[in-house]
C-alpha cells in the first residue's frame, strides 16, 4: 500500500545532491497534493566550541541562507506546489532533521556539501535513516 503524504521536507545545503532532492520532494509533493517544507541547517557544530567561533558568522550565513531558500521557495511555487515553507535553523543538522514536527516523509541528499562529508559517505543521511521518526527518501 502507497502511503498518502500530506507533509514533505526537503533538506538543503546548496550541494548537487540537495539540489536532486529538492526536484525529487517538488515531484512527490504534486503527486500528493502535500505541503512542502525547504529546511536548511546552519551547522553551528561544525563551528567547534561555543567561544571558538564568532555569533555574527554564524548570524550571517543563516542571512545568506535564507536569501538562497526564498529563491529556491519562488522556484518551487512556480513549479507548481501551492504551499511551502522555509525553515532555517542553527545547530547539527542531525539533530534538527530528524525532529522535524508534523513532517510525514524527509526528502535529501545522500551525501552533504562538505569533503568530509563526501569522504564519511552520507553520515548525515545515515543518521537520519537511523533516527526520523518518519519516513525517509534518500536521492542519489
Request: with cysteine.
Amino acid at each position: 500500500m502507497i502511503k498518502h503524504y500530506r507533509k514533505i521536507a526537503a533538506a538543503i545545503d546548496f550541494s548537487k545532491q540537495s539540489m536532486k532532492a529538492l526536484d525529487r520532494a517538488v515531484l512527490v509533493a504534486k503527486d500528493n497534493n502535500a505541503d512542502l517544507v525547504l529546511v536548511n541547517v546552519v551547522d553551528t557544530k561544525s563551528f567547534g566550541s561555543v567561544a571558538s567561533y564568532d555569533l555574527k558568522y554564524a548570524d550571517k550565513l543563516k542571512e545568506e541562507s535564507l536569501t538562497k531558500m526564498d529563491g529556491l521557495k519562488n522556484q518551487v511555487v512556480a513549479a507548481g506546489v501551492p504551499v511551502v515553507e522555509v525553515v532555517v535553523q542553527e545547530g547539527s543538522p542531525k539533530e534538527i532533521l530528524t525532529e522535524l514536527p508534523g513532517v510525514e516523509l524527509l526528502i535529501c541528499g545522500a551525501t552533504g556539501v562538505t569533503n568530509l562529508e563526501k569522504i564519511v559517505i552520507g553520515s548525515v543521511a545515515e543518521r537520519i535513516v537511523r533516527l526520523a521518526t518518519c519516513d525517509v527518501q534518500l536521492v542519489r
